[in-house]
């Protein structure tokens, strides 16, 4: 089936130890989006990608890195995590034109 | 900047009953979509329901239909016959002519079907 996979669905990492998730996506579609979801609160995007076009929102962190290497697959890097960056992230793709976002499953990441 | 507020954390409806999930969204555009989606735990989030700010008949889907209040910028939503299936957080979210394709969520509504 045609779906956005995350990997991996859990990560412990080390206070400033980079770290990095990925997501694979096998609809084809031209945008990609990193989301974080702290606990108990709505997800807020991170940035997004058209085609290879990155767009970074104002209020990202610049401890927070992407690459989008090929239509498939975009990573989200974590340069140095800290507590605050404890959270479920969640990759979504959507076709330009469409509204629907497909999300993955998402990757619960904890900072120790 | 457009927001969604979903005032109601928690919910809880018992099997076969109808519940109503509340959002209310700001914005100047005319243009935009309304989404709701359920996030089951440690699932995935998937679309619900979707309406387009133009139309002006509510969206339905099975068991799952929604209130569009544009002028009232209320968008909620009702579930019928509950399962438990049903048991998720449900997140509004909005997507306007000039955000791009981003969404903006609301805070989320936590939903309890009790048996």
């Known amino acids: 089936d045609a779906m956005v996979i995350q990997n991996p669905r859990y990560q412990v990492t080390q206070f400033g130890k980079p770290v990095t998730l990925s997501c694979s996506q096998t609809?084809?579609?031209?945008?990609m989006y990193w989301y974080q979801q702290k606990s108990s609160q709505a997800p807020k995007l991170l940035f997004h990608y058209y085609d290879k076009d990155f767009n970074n929102e104002a209020d990202t962190p610049d401890n927070f890195q992407s690459r989008r290497p090929n239509t498939s697959f975009c990573f989200l890097d974590i340069r140095s995590p800290g507590l605050g960056d404890a959270a479920m992230y969640l990759c979504?793709?959507?076709?330009?034109?469409?509204?629907?976002?497909?999300f993955g499953q998402g990757t619960r990441l904890t900072v120790v | 900047a457009q927001t969604v507020t979903q005032s109601q954390p928690e919910m809880s409806v018992q099997e076969a009953e109808t519940v109503t999930l509340s959002c209310t969204y700001d914005?100047?555009?005319?243009?935009?979509?309304l989404f709701w989606y359920k996030q089951p735990p440690s699932r995935q989030m998937i679309l619900v329901i979707r309406?387009?700010?133009?139309?002006?008949q509510n969206a339905t889907e099975n068991r799952f239909s929604v209130n569009f209040q544009k002028a009232a910028k209320s968008f909620s939503l009702k579930i019928s016959d509950s399962q438990l299936g049903d048991a998720a957080m449900y997140f509004c979210a909005y997507r306007g002519e000039t955000s791009g394709s981003r969404l903006t969520f609301g805070e989320g509504t936590q939903l309890t079907v009790n048996p």
């Open positions: 914005t100047s555009e005319s243009d935009y979509y």
């Open positions: 609809l084809n579609h031209n945008v």
């Open positions: 979504a793709t959507s076709r330009v034109g469409q509204a629907r976002h497909f």
């Open positions: 309406q387009e700010a133009y139309k002006q």
